[in-house]
C-alpha cells in the first residue's frame, strides 16, 4: 500500500512560483509512473504533467508548457512539481497519483490560489 501527500500549496500572486512534494511512504514507487492532476472549482480534475518511472521522460497539458517542471528524487521517493509564472487560471487542488500496472494510488491534495 502506497500512501501519497502532498505539499507546498498556498497563496502567491500572479506572476509568482510555488514548488509542490509529492512524498510517498509505504514502499518505493520508483517503478511507478508519477502525474500531478489539479481540479478547480466546478470543473472537472485534469491532467498537469506526468513523469516515467525513471524520470527519463515526462509529458505536460499544453497550458503550463514552459512554466510547469516535474521532476523525481527516487532516492527520497518524492516526486515535484515546480510552478512558475503563476496565473489565476491555476488555482486549483492539486493532486499525485502514482500508477504501476493495476496500482492506482491518489494523494489527499494540495490547494493553490493564485490572486492579487
Known amino acids: 500500500q502506497v500512501q501519497l501527500v502532498e505539499s507546498g500549496g498556498g497563496l502567491v500572486q500572479p506572476g509568482g512560483s510555488l514548488r509542490l512534494s509529492c512524498l510517498a511512504s509505504?514502499?518505493?514507487?520508483?517503478?511507478?509512473?508519477v502525474n500531478w492532476h489539479r481540479q478547480a472549482p466546478g470543473k472537472e480534475r485534469e491532467l498537469v504533467a506526468g513523469?516515467?518511472?525513471?524520470?527519463?521522460?515526462?509529458t505536460y497539458v499544453d497550458s503550463v508548457k514552459g512554466r510547469f517542471t516535474i521532476s523525481r528524487d527516487n532516492g527520497k521517493n518524492t516526486v515535484y512539481l515546480q510552478m512558475n509564472s503563476l496565473n489565476p487560471e491555476d488555482t486549483a487542488v492539486y493532486y499525485c497519483?502514482?500508477?504501476?500496472?493495476?496500482?492506482?494510488?491518489w494523494g489527499q491534495g494540495t490547494q493553490v490560489t493564485v490572486s492579487s
Open positions: 509505504g514502499c518505493s514507487v520508483s517503478g511507478y509512473v
Open positions: 497519483q502514482a500508477r504501476w500496472g493495476i496500482r492506482n494510488y
Open positions: 513523469i516515467s518511472s525513471t524520470g527519463g521522460s515526462s
